[in-house]
């Protein structure tokens, strides 16, 4: 969007590559997310996104670790449900603005001149100086710290390990039909849970690709279920840094370990946990605050409004607040005053933005057992 408005702007990313770290596997794209790719994407790569969006079913079963089914959850509503893998989405994203990517450009702090204009500073010693600062920097925001310091993240007393099984012959007899979901608990003592979720495309990707925007560059992966075991710390018989220092295998070894006794089902899909795709994270959420004065420096995404998994939405807010952002600087480039616009657009990210924080801690409180939201 910004590109067809003519409007300049450069992304600084701290990784050096698209694929120097593991960003995650599948993403569930909801209504929000959707309707925000449609309206900053080309029409070609937003048909190119949809092509390669796997549609599971929406109807979520919860089961127990034996798999007695517990309840299944119903949609909330008709909406848009899509599961798509994280590569090729970001791969989608970066085509056609890779010139206004820079990688390997880490931000460190930030200063304002007496006119508003705002000055990045960078690890290797260069600066940058324009009209807006966007930190989009993620959970660690380097731009949130020193901008809003008084905004908390904490940690929701939940470990994740996250890793992924092929959907091939040896597989796809594991996984009940009902699991190709959104997202399917099974939650056991303590709420340990193993949660799975298809990524299926469509079609080939290579296919896709060739049929609705031949030069675009997309990996080409192929159908497969992420798969995730959750616990709290005290459950799990080893520290959080132990826990950082392990291996795949070593991962996939102590949750077969944490599921003794369930289901053998459950046990042969933690055993086809493709080792070298498994890792652990600490999950957090952001604590809302109320809305401060508007500057030439803004947020989206994870930076200000971080959450738990629990609803699926993290990613679509920060869809939402880019489409919502990418609107208010058109605005400001077709002569409104820049302050009025981006204080409209924060006041709406932090009401919808603060309250999907408040639905993730709710529903993983509920489901996961993660702690409430501090007051
Ligand atoms: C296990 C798990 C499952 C999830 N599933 C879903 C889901 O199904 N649906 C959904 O909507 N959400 C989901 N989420 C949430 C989603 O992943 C995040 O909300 C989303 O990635 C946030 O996007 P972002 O661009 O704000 O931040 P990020 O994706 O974290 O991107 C921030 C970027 O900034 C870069 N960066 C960091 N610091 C600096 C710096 N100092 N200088 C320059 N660059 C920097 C980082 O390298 C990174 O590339 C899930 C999260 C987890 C943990």
Known sequence: MLRRRRIGFTVYESDQSLTSRPQGYRIHVDEHGDQALARVLPADLYRLFRATAGVPRTRTPVFDDQLTRLTVLEPADDGVHLAVNRLTLRQILLSGVRDAVVFGRRLTRHTTAA???VTAHFADGTRVTGDVLVAADGVNSAVRRQYLPHARVVDTGLRQFYGKVPLDERTRHLFLPEMHAVFTPIVGPNKNYVGVAPVEYPEPVTRAVTRLAPGVRLTDTTDYMTCSFGSRPEFLPCTDEELHAMSGERLRAMTLRMIEGWHPRVRRIIEHWRSGTVFPLTLRTSVPIDPWPTTNVTLLGDAIHVMSPAAGVGANTALRDAAGLA????????????????????????????????????????MLGQDPLPA
């Open 115 to 117: 006119d508003g204009r």
């Open 327 to 366: 609107t208010a600087l058109g605005r400001i480039a077709h002569g409104e005053p820049l302050i009025p616009a981006l204080a409209a657009y924060e006041a709406e990210m932090i009401a919808y933005g603060f309250a999907a924080v408040r639905t993730s801690a709710a529903n993983g409180h509920r």
